[in-house]
């Protein structure tokens, strides 16, 4: 593993009076009495709270260039006061914060919120940062370094915040062979030659980028469960589990293992792995005695059961609710939480088979068990009804069942937005997923009030995704892509922050606040996502990649395979007919409005018109296009984006940037350059030779 690594956007570069990082630095300056001196509240003690004062000293010493004192004791009349609520909350004889704080306000803390104010009494004069809990103030300490870090600290500072969601998690797609599944961003950083690394210098440290943006979770294993992997529940490998969940303890963070169904039958001797027998259960019960022995903390399992040939109830005709009951009632007495993921699909399927749909799949298999799931349990499902596509429309299972816990899983890792090869800012798509009105419980109910248990009274609920990390040097293979993986926690913590506000604050932590830089990347991240649509597969199509890599072109790639995702373009038009009149009838599983919207061709958005309807080339959208002339237009328009791309790079002052990522970048976007130019030449040549409709632009078409 490379143990050598980039500090992403926890750099805090020292910055200076003048030149790059000036606006910080005056933020500084009018701060600088109160930064050499942190005073701790008495009585709070935890690993928490250390971390949290460890990571202030830190990022103030490396951005001013001064390590402040520690003490106990109020001696300065300026000072920064950290501490939690929960505990005594004095700085000696003056109070923390306490009367204060509205009644109103210490309410919204919850368990993870914080404050930050200014606090004038006695002659003193301080800044306070205080969390109900110690995690609420290590929260708070990363936002007060974020403040200082991108110059928008000041004295006047007075804010209350909690995060939305309950669990912000993420998913390792991480073998213990140290191979990633769809990972981009070289090996693991958790495991090698099957074992767990002994040196978790660099787990920890992801720890720390983790938590500085509000993550609480983590499942440490890949979904699907390999023969090893199966292990990671017993004994045998539970003691290396544990170190690893020392690390993320140590920055708030729980632990969770993917599980596989049929470990009873494949470790543990029984001749069945079926839900419903005793000895089944019963071993279920004991594995989770050994966890909890080891990790008294634990989180739970994450299970992909019944999905691309893994094991699960259904091969002994039991159903998901007693699969997912079963390792509920396990965990239960240690408070743990089974994630239960909905991607269930046939992927056998013949595709001469016009009435199987994939994308009904989900929604089919769970909807009717609403009721059934303990209150452990919590349904994880894709934002999309199909696979992490470019565009999809949102996922009709969010808010379908009112009785069961459920939570959303975004893909950080760009299996099929460029591979962290091509920049692709993912922060706009997720927010139109999350600003999605379902309609379950009338106008109003969106995706993100749903997954905050707020539309229905969810015990538990919360947002996951697959992180995208390896142990490259700067973490996510694109120097950019780290972006995502910033802005998700981001989002997380607060989905009112704008796409465009994430990406500013992530450039500025980065990159530091010269504007043409700033701007650039700005610029870039922020056009990426449509770009990278429009030189890929159109109006909401799908798929049309390279089968099982998912990197580049492929237009028939996937078309007369078993798994189910289909384009059907013939000499004549595209698209997949889901209407209920003629089609497979899965616009019905949208709510009211919402399924006529998708069901007419009058309505239909443009840009989900192909997930829809199957169309003649000739129909014409919204904009006033025709389909063929839309798909010609935005496949020249995307190559001309990353050209442009490129000749602002290369505008860029090539000191206002160090070499590495200066270069690292530049070779990424011409290799983007290439990537489009091929989709852009594949996709249109494809369609006229399909169609035999000439360009209007009489363009270069092959
Ligand atoms: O999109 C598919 C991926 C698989 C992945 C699966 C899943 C972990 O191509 O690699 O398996 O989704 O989400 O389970």
Request: hydrophobic share 35%; net charge negative; glycine share 8%.
């Amino acid at each position: 593993m490379n143990s050598n690594y980039d500090l992403a956007w926890l750099r805090y570069d020292k910055v200076s009076a003048d030149g790059a990082g000036r606006e910080q630095s005056l933020a500084l300056q009018q701060l600088q009495g109160y930064l050499s001196n942190i005073v701790m509240a008495d009585g709070v003690s935890s690993q928490v709270f250390r971390t949290a004062i460890q990571e202030l000293t830190k990022g103030i010493g490396s951005l001013t260039g001064e390590q402040p004192s520690l003490s106990h004791t109020v001696e300065a009349d300026r000072f920064l006061a950290v501490g939690t609520l929960e505990d005594t909350g004095n700085l000696g004889h003056l109070p923390l914060l306490n009367d204060s704080l509205e009644a109103a306000e210490a309410a919204r803390l919850g368990e993870e919120g914080y404050v930050i104010r200014e606090v004038a009494r006695e002659g003193k004069d301080y800044i306070v940062i205080a969390g109900r809990t110690e995690k609420g103030l290590l929260y708070g300490v990363f936002h007060f370094l974020r403040l200082l870090q991108t110059g928008q600290a000041s004295e006047a500072l007075d804010l209350v915040e909690a995060p939305k969601y309950q669990l912000r998690m993420v998913n390792q797609w991480d073998n213990m062979d140290g191979s990633i599944e769809r990972g981009y961003a070289g090996q693991s950083v958790f495991y090698q030659d099957n074992k767990i690394v002994s040196d978790l210098t660099r787990v920890r440290q992801y720890a720390r980028m983790l938590a500085s943006v509000g993550i609480n979770g983590i499942a440490i294993n890949n979904v699907n469960v390999h023969e090893v992997e199966t292990k990671l529940i017993t004994p045998e490998l539970l003691p290396d589990v544990a170190r690893v969940a020392d690390v993320f303890r140590d920055y708030g963070i729980r632990l969770y293992l993917s599980v596989n169904f049929a470990a009873p039958l494949e470790l543990g001797g029984t001749s069945t792995a079926d839900p419903l027998e005793p000895v089944v259960q019963e071993w279920w019960k004991e594995r989770a005695a050994d966890i909890y022995r080891y990790i008294a903390d634990f989180g739970g399992f994450l299970v992909k059961a019944d999905s691309e040939n893994r094991p699960g109830p259904f091969t002994y005709g039991r159903d998901h609710a007693d699969g997912a009951n079963m390792l509920a009632e396990a965990l239960e007495p240690y408070g743990g939480l089974v994630l239960w993921r909905c991607f269930v699909y046939d992927c056998h399927q013949d595709w001469r088979d016009r009435k199987t749909d994939r994308a009904r799949a989900a929604y089919d298999h769970f909807k009717p068990l609403d009721g059934r799931f303990k209150d452990n349990v919590i349904l994880q499902i894709k934002n999309g009804p199909m696979d992490f596509q470019v565009r999809e429309p949102v996922s009709p299972l969010f808010g379908a069942m009112k009785q069961t816990n459920q939570m959303l899983e975004f893909q950080i890792t760009q299996e099929y937005t460029g591979q962290q090869r091509h920049v692709c800012y993912l922060i706009p798509q997720w927010k139109e997923v999350l600003e999605f009105d379902t309609l379950c419980q009338g106008e109003g109910s969106k995706v993100k009030d749903i997954v905050a248990g707020q539309v229905h009274p969810y015990k538990y609920s919360g947002i996951t995704a697959v992180s995208s990390i390896g142990d490259d040097y700067n973490w996510t293979g694109h120097y950019l892509a780290q972006s995502n993986l910033y802005g998700y926690g981001r989002l997380l913590w607060n989905p009112e922050l704008s796409a465009e506000e994430i990406a500013e604050e992530w450039t500025n932590m980065t990159f530091g606040d010269d504007q043409a830089v700033v701007n650039t990347i700005l610029d870039i991240l922020m056009e990426s996502w449509p770009t990278y649509e429009n030189y890929t597969s159109p109006l909401g199509v799908g798929w049309m990649v390279v089968p099982h890599y998912h990197y580049g072109p492929d237009v028939d790639g996937y078309e007369y395979s078993k798994w189910g995702t289909y384009h059907f373009a013939d000499r004549d038009g595209i698209g997949v007919d889901r209407t209920q009149a003629t089609g497979t009838g899965y616009s019905a599983q949208y709510v009211g409005a919402n399924a006529a919207l998708y069901d007419s061709l009058e309505t239909c958005p443009d840009e989900l018109l192909l997930f829809f309807h199957h169309v003649p080339y000739t129909h014409v959208l919204k904009s006033g296009k025709t389909v063929i002339q839309h798909i010609y237009d935005t496949h020249f328009a995307g190559v001309e984006q990353v050209e442009q791309w490129i000749v602002r790079w290369d505008a860029l002052e090539k000191d206002k940037l160090d070499q590495q990522r200066y270069t690292h970048v530049k070779e990424r976007l011409l290799e983007q350059l290439e990537s489009a130019k091929h989709w852009r030449d594949v996709i249109n040549t494809y369609f006229y030779r399909k169609s035999g409709i000439q360009d209007q632009h009489n363009r270069v078409i092959y």
